[in-house]
T-cell receptor, first 112, second 114 residues
Framework: KQEVTQIPAALSVPEGENLVLNCSFT??????LQWFRQDPGKGLTSLLL?????REQTSGRLNASLDKSSGRSTLYIAASQPGDSATYLC???????????FGQGTELSVKP | EAQVTQNPRYLITVTGKKLTVTCSQN?????MSWYRQDPGLGLRQIYY???????DKGDVPEGYKVSRKEKRNFPLILESPSPNQTSLYFC?????????????FGSGTRLTVV
């Protein structure tokens, strides 16, 4: 069964810290992987997409890596800010027409 | 602006009263999907469509219907809503080809069935 797991479920850090969010998936034959941000009760905002052939993607203070052989992706957030507080979701797509399989998310709180 | 638009954003209804949640995208995407999000269960796919007049069931299709008569629109229909369909609903779309395309999500519809 294709499953996506995110650890930790919740994380609280002081402002300015660099942090890593983890995502693991059981089937390594992925099509692509997306990281989303969700504010409470709001929609999903796409942060980064990594294609199956890529190892990492960067956008501003965010860097996402992909290691298919180990079934893992990480989202690195540099110099965290209170505005980064949100739930971060990892989603894996296994084929061209495929659905996204989501992890349960990591709820991040960045304290001033 | 490229976007997926859902309406309404909030809806409170009574058990058994038919309702439709609309979804429209302006990006000429072939693929469209509906998801529901529930505490502890995460996001689960309800139905999806790979093109006009092509739809199929996702993981939790019971109690829902969809149609895809036009490429841009993908409404979600609840013919006889029940309280267990109280949830946060999202519509999403993407292009058919290439792993470099990700899904774009709507802002969500919070449905309460009493």
């Amino acid at each position: 069964k294709q499953e996506v797991t995110q650890i930790p479920a919740a994380l609280s850090v002081p402002e300015g810290e660099n942090l890593v969010l983890n995502c693991s998936f059981t089937d390594s034959a992925i099509y692509n992987l997306q990281w989303f941000r969700q504010d409470p009760g709001k929609g999903l905002t796409s942060l980064l997409l990594i294609q199956s052939s890529q190892r990492e993607q960067t956008s501003g203070r965010l860097n996402a890596s992909l290691d298919k052989s180990s079934g893992r992706s990480t989202l690195y957030i540099a110099a965290s800010q209170p505005g980064d507080s949100a739930t971060y979701l990892c989603a894996v797509r296994y084929n061209q027409g495929g659905k996204l399989i989501f992890g349960q998310g990591t709820e991040l709180s960045v304290k001033p | 602006e490229a976007q997926v638009t859902q309406n309404p954003r909030y809806l409170i209804t009574v058990t058994g009263k038919k309702l439709t949640v609309t979804c429209s995208q302006n990006m000429n995407h072939e693929y469209m999907s509906w998801y529901r999000q529930d505490p502890g269960l995460g996001l689960r796919q309800i139905y999806y469509s790979m093109n006009v007049e092509v739809t199929d069931k996702g993981d939790v299709p019971e109690g829902y219907k969809v149609s895809r008569k036009e490429k841009r629109n993908f409404p979600l229909i609840l013919e006889s809503p029940s309280p267990n369909q109280t949830s946060l609903y999202f519509c999403a779309s993407t292009f058919k080809g290439g792993g470099n395309y990700g899904y774009t999500f709507g802002s969500g519809t919070r449905l309460t069935v009493v």
